[in-house]
């Protein structure tokens, strides 16, 4: 089903994201796309937070998952188009390149419907940044980002791959609304945060992860005083680092009580003092250029206005949870309950590969596989062929017949195949190609038009020839009465008669199989039975020989018996009626050969001339009364 296409409900200035919250993905993250609808589903939203995905490279739909149910969210190949027909979206999540990420950034905030932008690329350059921390301003927008992890509203909203697995998501709480925001320069740490906060109060209500570059799109001061207007958050949390002084802005509003609720504070990179020169930690702003940027400096600051400081790291949770005890003991806040989240859906594969799952195949397959590092056929790794020398011969007896064929069948099954692969332009198959080709028609189906006429009449005799003579021979019956019996049954010996080849001028293709399956078959019981057959035929007209297809038939059932079928699964092979298929491999390549031919010599397109067809039409028809 399709995904819904609805207005977005008119929100408060100071929130940048809820469950309301209608989002344009730019770039085609399909894990990061479905991690936000599989939060979604967690959060019970009635909607889906994506509606559009931008892909400048196709447009279209794309298939993903809502709860258990497939929908279809389209896909556009330029913003424009996602935000003429999606005026719901005020928020993107921008995934594309650095190299991207301005002109694509710079676009959306310059739209009528887009409020707010999360930049997820690391490496864009610092002016660029700067242009467009600079329109977002003259526009009362928002940029979060770039170099960050994105962000989170519990309940509500996730910006592409915020929080990580479904599993930790649930255990932070993130499924439902808590009362903490927080703004963290770090988005590794933010899902630590996420979870520090989760077992020391009622749960997180908001996060962001503003990035780490020296000048990030929006600042710590900017979320923390949106988190004060808005009365569900009851505390703050502040997660800052070394380098930079934005923390001081948030040191001034406590100060001047702009910033009035409880806020819990740390500035990570205290362990910089311990090294004898300047250090520049993970993220392009953790760097102190002077002792006002170091963390010790900023925590000092942070906690002589009024905010929560822990020791350290490893207290910070302490500090969270003292603060939040104290909000809740003074009677301003009444926790949160919690709630249970819905079922997670698990997606099939993922399922299967864990083992929680077991489902019935629908196909079986025992001669090949290609699912490993290396194709394998019969469980002989295709590197293998090669370094053995299968040959053509060997790899059909590996895919038709599951076994290692010895050299002597193998060169059998190619000398079959060489002989079978043409008998001229004039025969059915041939014709038929030879037409369809001079038609236009392409490769393929000009040879399916001569594929399609092997049967009974043509080609036939491998397979019928192997049918009678296989029936007479098992049967224990002799020559002579099979001659005898398929002559008062007016059946003709399928494999035995040629319309130019006889006794004295023979066909040399026969002679060459019979030689050879004569003086290399471990048993020739059909040939023999065949050949006895032909004196009979032979006595009363000269051309009733053994013909190729005859003898083709014939010997598949000879080396099926040789290379270890008994007479009873030989029959099986007949019956199945799959021994024409040694007719369709080698006559396949002479169907092409004339295929190709037709093509270089460019022929027109073909038409049967008149003096060579007899017209029968009466007169006038028959009038029926």
């Excluded at 676009?107 to 610092?126: C, D, M, S, W, Y």
């Excluded at 299967?352 to 194709?375: A, V, W």
């Excluded at 017949?401 to 059915?428: C, N, Q, R, Y």
Aim: net charge positive.
């Amino acid at each position: 089903m399709a995904a819904k296409k609805t207005t977005t409900k008119k929100r408060p200035e100071y929130t940048l994201m809820d469950k309301h919250t209608k989002a344009i993905v730019f770039g085609y993250q399909q894990r990061a796309i479905q991690r936000m609808l599989d939060f979604d589903y967690i959060c019970r939203r009635e909607e889906p937070s994506v509606v559009a995905i931008v892909n400048p490279t196709r447009e279209g739909t794309h298939k993903c998952f809502w709860g258990t149910k497939e929908i279809l969210l389209p896909m556009y190949r330029t913003l424009a188009e996602a935000t003429k027909h999606h005026k719901e979206a005020d928020f993107m999540v921008n995934f594309a390149s650095f190299r991207s990420a301005y002109p694509t950034t710079k676009e959306a905030l310059e739209t009528n419907t887009i409020r707010t932008v999360a930049v997820i690329a690391e490496g864009v350059p610092e002016h660029r940044t700067k242009e467009l921390i600079r329109i977002a301003n003259n526009k009362n927008k928002w940029i979060i980002g770039p170099a960050t992890v994105g962000g989170i509203a519990a309940g509500g909203f996730r910006i592409g791959n915020t929080a990580g697995q479904l599993d930790n998501i649930v255990a932070s709480k993130l499924h439902r609304q808590g009362s903490v925001a927080y703004v963290s320069k770090s988005g590794g740490l933010s899902n630590e945060l996420n979870n520090i906060i989760a077992m020391n109060t009622d749960g997180v209500y908001e996060g962001v992860a503003i990035g780490g570059d020296a000048y990030p799109g929006s600042t710590f001061i900017q979320h923390m005083m949106r988190y004060e207007k808005n009365p569900d958050v009851k505390m703050m949390v502040l997660l800052g680092e070394v380098g930079g002084t934005d923390e001081y802005e948030v040191v001034e509003a406590i100060k001047k009580k702009k910033i009035t609720k409880p806020v819990v504070a740390w500035c990570i990179g205290t362990c910089s003092k311990v090294f004898p020169a300047e250090v520049q930690f993970g993220h392009a702003g953790a760097r102190a250029g002077a002792d006002r940027e170091t963390a010790d400096a900023k925590n000092k600051a942070l906690k002589e206005a009024g905010a929560a400081i822990p020791k350290s790291f490893d207290d910070f949770d302490e500090q969270i949870k003292k603060t939040f005890d104290k909000l809740v003991k003074s009677g301003k806040h009444k926790p949160i309950p919690d709630v249970e989240p819905p079922i997670i859906p698990v997606d099939y594969a993922v399922a299967l590969k864990q083992g929680m799952i077991r489902r019935p195949t629908q196909f079986n397959s025992s001669i090949s596989d290609d699912r490993g590092e290396e194709l394998r056929y019969c469980g002989i790794p295709i590197s293998k062929i090669f370094e053995d020398d299968y040959g053509l011969g060997g790899v059909i007896g590996l895919l038709w017949f599951k076994k290692k064929l010895p050299k002597w069948a193998t060169k059998f099954i190619e000398m079959v195949v060489l002989v079978t692969a043409d008998h001229g332009p004039a025969v059915s198959g041939a014709h038929n190609s030879i037409v369809a080709a001079r038609a236009g028609k392409d490769i393929i189906s000009s040879l399916v038009s001569g594929l399609l006429t092997i049967g009974p009449r043509f080609g036939g005799a491998v397979q019928g020839s192997a049918d009678h003579f296989t029936k007479f021979l098992y049967a224990g019956e002799k020559p002579a009465f099979m001659v005898k019996d398929m002559k008062n049954k007016n059946i003709n010996i399928q494999g035995i008669g040629h319309r130019i080849k006889s006794v004295t001028n023979p066909d040399v293709r026969v002679e060459i199989m019979k030689n050879y399956a004569l003086k290399h078959f471990p048993n020739t019981e059909t040939l023999d039975y065949a050949l006895a057959v032909e004196k009979l035929t032979t006595s009363k007209r000269n051309n009733l020989i053994l013909n190729v297809d005859g003898c083709i038939g014939v010997l598949c059932c000879d080396m099926l018996r040789g290379i270890g079928y008994t007479r009873e699964q030989v029959r099986e092979f007949v019956d199945l009626g799959i021994l024409n298929a040694f007719f369709v491999l080698g006559r396949s390549i002479g169907f092409m050969g004339h295929i190709m031919d037709q093509k270089r010599l460019n022929e027109r397109l073909y038409r049967h001339p008149w003096d060579d067809i007899l017209y029968l039409m009466p007169d006038k028809p028959e009038v029926v009364k």
